[in-house]
C-alpha cells in the first residue's frame, strides 16, 4: 500500500512542477538556514569534557576589600596568588591546579628561523591529568617539579612540527625567554571547546603551544595575558604580582562524588573565615562552587549573536511552513475530485489521509536533502567568517540525521491540516459537480 | 472598489486567507525587528574614535630577552621615527583605540564614596593628543614637566607616596558632561583610587580600546605618564604614506635592536576592520535573511494567487460576461491583496513590538524607533502588489466565454 501512496504522490508532485518546486524550495531553505545556525549553536554550546565535566568544578572565593561593597555580589572569576596556592598546597580535592595564561618568546635553535612569541600556559602538574590532555611523546610534569621551579616544557603538536619536525623531541632543549628548557612532552592534536579553563583568552580560541610550571613562570619573569582585576593600592606591579591585592590566575578542582563536592564547598567557608579572622579577608563569607558546564553559562560564552541567528533562522523556518501549509493546501484542494472519485471508490478517510500524509512527507524528504546542501553552504560560508569559532562549524551525523528528522517532521506538520481539510470533501458533491 | 464582495468570498476560504495573513505578519516582524538590528551594527561600525584613523599607524614590539635600558631604547626609538620622512608625530603608549587591550580604572568624585562612579580608561603616554591626532576642545594637552615615568608611579602608588602620582587628567568630552553634567569639567576634581586628579583639558572623543558596554565607550581619561613597553603610534603626513612609513619604522627599529619581535604593525583603519568584523558578519547574515524571507513570502502570494486565481477562472468569466472589465478583474485581485497584507502587517506590527521587547530583555538592545513600522508595512504592501501582479493579470485575461463552457 505504501508504494502505492508513494507512487500517487510523485506522480500528483510531478504535475505541478512548478508548485511541488516552489514548496521543496520553501522547506530547503528553512531547513538549510535552521541547520546552519543549530549546527553553530551545537559546536558552541558543547561539553569541552564529555565524561569528565561534571566532576570538575571552579571555586571562586571573596578576598577584595569593602570598597565598593554590596550584598549579594558575585566574587571575582579568578583568585589571588596567595589563596590559589592555599587551596594548592591543601589537596583538598581529587585532583587541582592553578594557572593562568602568558606569552613567551621562543628562540629556535635552527638556523633561519626568526624568533616568535607563543601562547602559553603557567599550570601546576595536575593540570594534564585532570582534563585528560592526549600526550604523543612523553608525559607531563610532577609536583616536585613544581616545587622546585624546574626548566622544563611541554608543547604542542603544532609547535613540534614546527621545530622538530614531528619527531619526538623530548629531552631536546628549548630556549624560552633567556632560559633554556627541556621538553619532556608534547601533546597530541587537543582543542576542548569551549577554551574553558581559562574564558579570559578568548573562548574559542586553540589550546596553548606551551606549557610551563607556574612556579617556573614566575621565576622567569614571564609575561602574564589576560584580565588581572585590583583593589585598594594593587595594580601594574607584576614583578610583586604574588603579593598583590589582585586576582590573575584560574583555579580549578576534580571533585568525584557528591559528597566530596559539599565537604570542599564547607572547607572554602572555613578557609574564607580563618582568612577573615587574620584580617586578609574584609567581607563577609561569599564562596561559589560552579561546576564546569554551570561556569560556561555564568561567562556567557555561546556568544548572543549566535543565539540570536538560531532564533531568527527558526522563526525562518516558520514562515516558510505556514507557507508550505497554504501551498499544500491549495494543491489538495484542488483535487478534490480526484479524492472524491477514490472515496466514492470505497477509500476510506483515513486512507486518503494517509496517502496525502504520505505525498508531504515525500516534499520534505526532498526539502531535506536540499535543505542539506543549502546547510553545507551555509557553514562553508560560516567558516569564511573571521570570528575564532568559525573553523568548528562542521556538521557532525547527528545533526545529519537531524536535519532529515526536522525536514520529514517539518513538512508532515505542514501537511496535516491541508490533508485533513481534504478528507472532509464530500464524495457525492463532488461527483455531481463534475 | 467595493470591498464588502471581497471580504464575503475571503470568509469562504477562511483557512487560505488566514495562512496568508499569518505569513506576512511573521515576515513583517522578523523584518521590523532584523533591520533594525542591521542599523545599530552599522551604526556600531561608524563610531568615532577620535583618533586621525586615516593617517595613524600602531606598532607593537615585543622583547626576545631581558631588557636592560627600556626607557633609553625608548627615546632612541622615538628619535628614529620621527626622522622617517612622511612622520609627522610619533609617541610610545600604553594601549590604542580598537587594540583590544587596555587598563582601566574606577572614578570617584569624592572621597567618601562608596561605590564608583564609573568605570574609565587611561589612555598614557607623553604626546599622545597629538601623535594620535585627537582633537583638543577645551584647556589645554598635558605638559612636558607634568609626565611622570610609568614603573615610577606604579612604585610610589604601592608605597602610597602622593608626591609621586599625576595629578592632572586630560578626560573625553562624553566622560566629563556624565561628570559634570551642564558644567565645565575645566579645574574639576576626580578621583582615582585615593589620589585627586584635576582636569586640565577635554578632547572631543577618543573610544576606548575594547568596548564591553556601548554607553561607556567614550569614558577615556589621558594620563601624564611616559611608557616604554614597545607601542608607538605614528602620525603620517598623509594617508598615502602610511604603508611606506610602517615599512621603513620597522626597518629602523629592527636595526635599533634586533632582538624584538613585532606583535602588531597596522593602520588604524585595518584595527578599525578587524574590531568590527563580528558586526559585519552579522548584519551580512540579517541582510541575507531579509531577502530569503521576502523571496518566500512573495513566492508563496504567487502560489497561492495563481490557485485562487484558477478556481475562480468560471466566476470570473460570469463577471466578465456581466460587464465587468479587465480592469475591475485586476483590481479585485489587487484589492483582496491588499486587504490581506493590510491585516497581516497590522497583526506583524504587534508581534514586532513583541520580538522588540523580548529582545530588549534577553539581548539588551534599545527600543525601536517608531519610524520601522510604516516602513516595514510600506515594504510589505509593495512585495504583495509586485507578488499578487502575475496572478491578477492572468484573471483579467480570462475571457467572458468562459463563462458559457462547462469545466
Redesign the interface.
Known amino acids: 500500500m505504501f508504494s502505492y501512496y508513494l507512487d500517487l504522490a510523485l506522480r500528483s508532485l510531478g504535475r505541478n512542477k512548478m508548485?511541488t518546486a516552489?514548496m521543496v524550495?520553501?522547506i530547503a531553505?528553512?531547513i538549510g538556514?535552521s541547520m546552519t545556525t543549530l549546527t553553530v549553536l551545537h559546536v558552541l554550546s558543547g561539553d569541552p569534557l564529555p565524561g569528565t565535566s561534571g566532576t570538575l568544578f571552579y571555586p571562586q572565593l571573596e578576598p577584595r576589600d569593602m570598597?565598593?561593597?554590596?550584598p549579594g555580589m558575585e566574587p571575582p572569576r579568578q583568585i589571588t596568588w596567595i589563596d590559589g596556592m592555599n587551596l594548592l598546597k591543601a589537596k583538598r580535592g581529587d585532583r587541582q591546579a592553578l594557572m593562568t595564561g602568558g606569552?613567551v618568546?621562543v628562540?629556535p635553535a635552527q638556523s633561519g628561523m626568526?624568533?616568535?612569541?607563543s601562547d602559553a600556559r603557567y599550570t601546576s602538574s595536575d593540570f594534564f591529568s585532570m582534563f585528560q590532555v592526549p600526550f604523543l611523546y612523553g608525559r607531563g610534569w610532577s609536583a616536585a617539579d613544581d616545587d622546585n621551579k624546574a626548566r622544563v616544557v611541554v608543547i604542542s603538536r603544532t609547535l613540534n612540527d614546527k621545530l622538530f619536525g614531528g619527531k619526538d623531541s623530548t629531552g631536546q632543549t628549548l630556549r624560552l625567554?633567556?632560559g633554556a628548557f627541556r621538553v619532556i612532552g608534547v601533546l597530541d592534536t587537543w582543542r576542548p571547546n569551549p577554551h574553558f579553563y581559562d574564558v579570559n583568552m578568548g573562548n574559542y580560541s586553540n589550546a596553548e603551544d606551551i606549557f610551563v610550571p607556574l612556579t617556573t613562570s614566575r621565576d622567569m619573569?614571564f609575561?602574564h595575558n589576560g584580565s588581572t582585576d585590583c583593589w585598594?593600592?594593587g595594580?601594574?606591579?607584576d614583578d610583586?604580582a604574588e603579593t598583590q591585592p589582585c586576582v590573575w590566575l584560574q583555579f580549578w578542582v576534580q571533585l568525584d562524588s557528591a559528597a566530596k563536592v559539599a565537604a570542599y564547598k564547607e572547607y572554602l567557608e572555613h578557609y574564607s573565615q580563618e582568612q577573615k579572622a587574620l584580617g586578609r579577608f574584609e567581607r563577609p563569607v561569599n564562596v561559589r562552587l560552579p561546576g564546569l558546564m554551570e561556569w560556561l553559562d555564568i561567562n556567557k560564552v555561546v556568544?548572543?549573536?549566535v543565539k540570536?541567528?538560531t532564533w531568527?533562522?527558526l522563526?525562518?523556518l516558520?514562515?516558510?511552513l505556514?507557507?508550505t501549509?497554504?501551498?499544500m493546501?491549495?494543491?489538495f484542494?484542488?483535487r478534490t475530485g480526484e479524492l472524491g472519485v477514490r472515496r466514492a471508490l470505497g477509500a476510506s478517510k483515513r486512507e486518503v489521509f494517509t496517502q496525502l500524509l504520505i505525498e508531504s512527507g515525500v516534499i520534505g524528504l526532498a526539502g531535506g536533502v536540499g535543505g542539506l546542501l543549502l546547510a553545507f553552504l551555509g557553514l562553508w560560508l560560516v567558516r569564511l567568517?573571521?570570528?575564532s569559532y568559525a573553523s568548528l562549524a562542521h556538521l557532525d551525523l547527528s545533526m545529519l540525521v537531524m536535519t532529515f528528522l526536522l525536514a520529514v517532521g517539518a513538512s508532515l506538520l505542514a501537511g496535516l491540516?491541508p490533508a485533513w481539510?481534504a478528507c472532509q470533501v464530500a464524495p457525492a458533491l463532488q461527483l455531481k459537480s463534475? | 472598489m467595493d470591498i464588502l464582495p471581497i471580504l464575503s468570498t475571503l470568509r469562504r476560504h477562511k483557512i487560505t486567507a488566514f495562512l496568508v495573513i499569518i505569513e506576512i505578519a511573521l515576515t513583517c516582524a522578523i523584518i521590523c525587528n532584523a533591520v533594525f538590528i542591521i542599523n545599530q551594527r552599522i551604526d556600531r561600525m561608524n563610531m568615532q574614535s577620535g583618533v586621525d584613523e586615516h593617517r595613524l599607524v600602531y606598532i607593537e614590539l615585543a622583547d626576545i630577552g631581558a631588557s636592560k635600558d627600556e626607557k633609553a631604547r625608548t627615546l632612541e626609538d622615538l628619535a628614529a621615527l620621527r626622522q622617517i620622512s612622511g612622520v609627522e608625530q610619533v609617541a610610545s603608549i600604553n594601549e590604542i583605540p580598537f587594540g583590544n587591550s587596555s587598563s582601566n580604572s574606577g572614578i570617584k568624585l569624592d572621597l567618601k564614596q562608596r561605590l564608583s562612579t564609573l568605570n574609565a580608561t587611561m589612555y598614557s603616554g607623553e604626546n599622545l593628543v597629538k601623535a594620535m591626532g585627537t582633537q583638543l576642545i577645551e584647556g589645554r594637552d598635558l605638559l612636558p614637566d607634568e609626565y611622570m615615568d610609568f614603573d615610577q608611579v606604579v612604585r610610589a602608588a604601592a608605597a602610597k607616596d602622593a608626591k609621586q602620582i599625576p595629578h592632572v587628567v586630560v578626560i573625553t568630552q562624553t566622560m566629563a558632561q556624565r561628570l559634570w553634567p551642564g558644567q565645565s569639567a575645566l579645574g574639576k576634581q576626580l578621583y582615582i583610587s585615593e589620589y585627586p586628579l584635576t582636569v586640565v583639558g577635554v578632547v572631543r572623543e577618543l573610544v576606548r580600546p575594547s568596548i564591553w558596554d556601548d554607553s561607556a565607550k567614550s569614558y577615556s581619561m589621558i594620563m601624564p605618564m611616559r611608557e616604554a613597553d614597545g607601542r608607538y603610534a605614528i602620525l603620517t603626513r598623509t594617508p598615502g604614506d602610511r604603508e611606506r612609513v610602517l615599512a621603513a619604522a620597522l626597518a629602523k627599529l629592527k636595526e635599533i635592536n634586533p632582538r624584538r619581535v613585532v606583535l602588531k604593525k597596522v593602520t588604524l583603519d585595518d584595527l578599525r576592520h578587524d574590531f568590527f568584523q563580528n558586526d559585519r558578519a552579522m548584519a551580512g547574515l540579517l541582510v541575507g535573511v531579509c531577502v530569503a524571507l521576502l523571496i518566500v513570502t512573495a513566492l508563496g502570494i504567487v502560489g497561492l494567487g495563481s490557485f485562487w486565481v484558477a478556481q475562480r477562472r468560471r466566476q470570473i468569466g460570469v463577471r466578465r460576461a456581466l460587464g465587468a472589465t479587465r480592469r475591475n478583474i485586476l483590481n479585485y485581485f489587487q484589492t483582496e491583496n491588499f486587504l490581506l497584507a493590510t491585516i497581516g502587517i497590522a497583526l506583524g506590527m504587534l508581534m514586532a513590538y513583541g520580538i522588540n521587547l523580548l529582545l530588549m530583555v534577553h539581548y539588551e538592545l534599545p527600543r525601536m524607533p517608531a519610524i520601522y513600522f510604516p516602513v516595514g508595512a510600506v515594504l510589505l504592501w509593495i512585495i504583495g502588489q509586485l507578488a499578487v501582479l502575475g496572478p491578477a493579470l492572468r484573471a483579467a485575461a480570462v475571457p467572458p466565454v468562459v463563462a458559457t463552457r462547462s469545466v
Open positions: 508548485l516552489l524550495l520553501a531553505l528553512g538556514a570598597d565598593g561593597f554590596e606569552a618568546p628562540q626568526d624568533p616568535f612569541y625567554k633567556e619573569r609575561d585598594g593600592t595594580g601594574g606591579d610583586h556568544p548572543g549573536d540570536l541567528q531568527l533562522a522563526g525562518f516558520v514562515v516558510c505556514v507557507n501549509v497554504g501551498l493546501l491549495a494543491k484542494l484542488r567568517q573571521p570570528s491540516l481539510r463534475q
